[in-house]
Structures are given as structure tokens and as C-alpha cells.
């Protein structure tokens, strides 16, 4: 439930990301109306990417030397003071100047997760393989669980502290974004979405590893479904 945001956090994971992070941070610390901290995660980068955010001084920089987008988030949820946390890629890929809008719906809804759907994005700028990739998990997601999300995979979320002090994360790759919603429904919490739009990398590699991402998911799905109370649970509902 967040019936008031009072302080943001935003946490972006970075991994060799310095043609990218500078507009993402500059995008958010123009475009975030709230009190505000911007944590960057770096994992030890070699590009200069420390450096970057370290001349802006407006971002606290983190590093964080072991591997993982769970492990670095993790990290840098830690270090969180607001009552809400904003959780972005620093790879220029997701629409920051909408973090406004997950803020709003997040109240207005008296959520505990506003998640940034990238499937009603006229561009199509995710690749074919992500897309279907996506759809399977989130299909499959929504059926387990009992939920209406359109976009399991959004790395842009805007998110209650006090919810994520409710649970306990150990997935410390990609999985990470799908324990997020497998322990929120497991809770039930309120999870809602807002639509927004999605961009290709300009600059950099990609850190996804599909076939091996797609394994741990799977496995994160069904771990968190058997459980016999909550299957329980759920054919009643
Ligand atoms: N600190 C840290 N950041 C990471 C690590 N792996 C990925 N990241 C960052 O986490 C974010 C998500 O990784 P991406 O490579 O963009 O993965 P993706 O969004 O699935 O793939 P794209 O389609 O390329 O955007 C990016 O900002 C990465 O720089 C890591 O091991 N450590
Ligand atoms: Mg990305």
C-alpha cells in the first residue's frame, strides 16, 4: 500500500553502460518532481562509467564487484531511505521521463508495484525473441499466480519500501525481476502497470544471457508454486 510518496530512490544497476547512464540519470533528475536520491550500482565497470556518475554529483555511486542485475539491485536497495524505490536500467532503454507517472498510479491505486508496460509501445522496440520470450513467461506468470500483467519483464518499477521489507530475495540475475513478482503475489500485494514506451541500445552490449535468463525464470516460477498451501489457495480463489 502507498498511500503518499515522500521520498524516491531510484536504483540503477550499471555494468559498462557510460554512453548510456549520463542521460539516464540527467532524464530522471530533471524529470522527478518528488525529494529524491539517485543510487547508481556499478559493477566495477572499465569504461568509465564510474567516472561519469561520480562527475555529476547528484548520484550516490555504489560498487558492487559481484556479478548479477539481482545482486547489484539488491545492493542498492540497501542503501534506500525513501519510502518508495524506483528500479530502472541505466542503458538508456526504458522512457525515464515517465517516472512521474508509475509515482502517480502507484498512489492512486494504493499499490505496492507500478510497473512500466512496454507492450502497448507503438515503436515495437523490443527484439522478436525478448517479445515472445516475454509473453510466454507472463502468460504463464499471470496463470500460476492469479495476476493481469502484460510485461513480467519491465525492469522499470516503481515500488513500496515497506513491501520490499516484507520479503526475502535470493535470485541474483535476471530471475531477480520474476521473485519480485512471485513473492509480491504470494503476499498480495497490489501490482498494477502504466503504459509506457521502450527504446534500442545505442550503445553497449546487452547482458542478457536468453537461454540461461529463460532456465532460471521457468525454475523461479514453479519454486515459488510449489508450495502446498498456496496451490491450495489458489484453486480456491
Ligand atoms: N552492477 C551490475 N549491473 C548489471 C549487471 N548485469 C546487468 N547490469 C545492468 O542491468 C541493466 C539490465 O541489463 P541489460 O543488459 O540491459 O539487460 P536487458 O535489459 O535484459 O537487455 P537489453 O535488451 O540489452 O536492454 C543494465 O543497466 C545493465 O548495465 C551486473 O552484473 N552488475
Ligand atoms: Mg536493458
Redesign the pocket.
Known amino acids: 500500500m502507498t498511500s503518499k510518496v515522500e521520498m524516491v530512490s531510484v536504483v540503477?544497476?550499471?555494468?559498462?553502460?557510460a554512453g548510456n547512464i549520463l542521460e539516464a540519470v540527467t532524464t530522471i533528475q530533471k524529470e522527478l518532481t518528488y525529494p529524491k536520491e539517485i543510487i547508481v550500482?556499478?559493477?566495477d565497470s572499465t569504461d568509465g562509467t564510474k567516472e561519469i556518475v561520480k562527475d555529476t554529483n547528484f548520484c550516490k555511486l555504489v560498487v558492487?564487484p559481484r556479478?548479477?542485475?539481482g545482486?547489484?539491485l539488491r545492493t542498492g536497495m540497501r542503501y534506500a531511505k525513501g519510502n518508495v524505490v524506483v528500479m530502472v536500467?541505466?542503458?538508456g532503454?526504458y522512457e525515464v521521463r515517465h517516472i512521474n507517472l508509475l509515482l502517480e498510479k502507484l498512489v492512486k491505486t494504493n499499490a505496492d508495484l507500478c510497473m512500466a508496460t512496454r507492450m502497448y509501445d507503438p515503436n515495437k522496440a523490443m527484439?522478436l525473441m525478448?517479445f515472445i520470450g516475454n509473453k510466454v513467461i507472463t502468460f504463464c506468470y499471470d496463470f500460476l499466480y492469479g495476476q493481469f500483467l502484460s510485461d513480467t519483464q519491465s525492469?522499470f518499477r516503481a515500488i513500496s519500501h515497506d513491501a520490499l521489507n516484507q520479503v526475502e530475495f535470493h535470485e541474483d540475475d535476471?530471475s531477480f525481476a520474476t521473485e519480485m513478482l512471485v513473492l509480491f503475489a504470494k503476499k498480495g500485494f497490489k501490482m498494477v502497470e502504466v503504459p509506457s514506451t521502450y527504446k534500442t541500445?545505442k550503445y553497449g552490449k546487452?547482458?542478457?544471457r536468453k537461454f540461461k535468463s529463460g532456465i532460471e525464470i521457468f525454475t523461479t516460477m514453479l519454486k515459488g508454486f510449489m508450495h502446498k498451501e498456496f496451490i491450495w489457495r489458489r484453486l480456491k480463489s
Open positions: 540503477i544497476p550499471t555494468l559498462n553502460e550500482v556499478d559493477g558492487e556479478r548479477g542485475y545482486i547489484a536500467d541505466g542503458d532503454t527484439g525478448n525492469g535476471m541500445r546487452t547482458k542478457l
